[in-house]
């Protein structure tokens, strides 16, 4: 369990470069990598002048997929002011994904921004 725990660190910090690295995505949660072990590599986020639904149908159209919604979390999606907009998208990387397929995501999240690929 500890083989596995450490490589989701490699993929929560992959995947939260990747975030972070792509102009309008806003991420809901913990995103500094020096907090890795109060995490899983779960993300939440949004992209700006996108609805949710539309990012997970255009990576889908990729092979990539995600889920957009607010996940039965409508508290907190209400409080964040996220229910109007469509809620966010979800990204779940676990330990039978590899770092290769992280950045294939990124990269088509960068297409869809306009920013890749």
């Known amino acids: 369990m500890s ?3 450490s490589y989701e660190f490699e993929l929560s910090r992959a995947l939260l470069d990747i975030l972070a690295e792509t102009p309008g995505v806003t991420v809901y949660g913990i995103t500094d990598t020096k907090w890795l072990e109060e995490r899983v590599p779960t993300c939440a986020f949004t992209l700006k002048g996108k609805n949710p639904r539309q990012v997970a149908e ?3 159209e990729t ?3 995600v889920w957009d919604g607010n996940y039965y979390a409508l508290a907190v999606t209400e409080r964040l002011g996220l229910e109007e907009s469509g809620d966010m998208v ?3 990387p676990v330990h ?10 990124g990269e088509a999240l960068g297409k869809i921004t306009g920013n890749g690929g």
């Open 3 to 5: 083989a596995i725990r």
């Open 58 to 60: 255009e990576l889908d």
């Open 63 to 65: 092979n990539i997929f």
């Open 90 to 92: 979800r990204v779940g």
């Open 96 to 105: 039978y994904n590899t770092v290769e397929e992280i950045k294939r995501f």
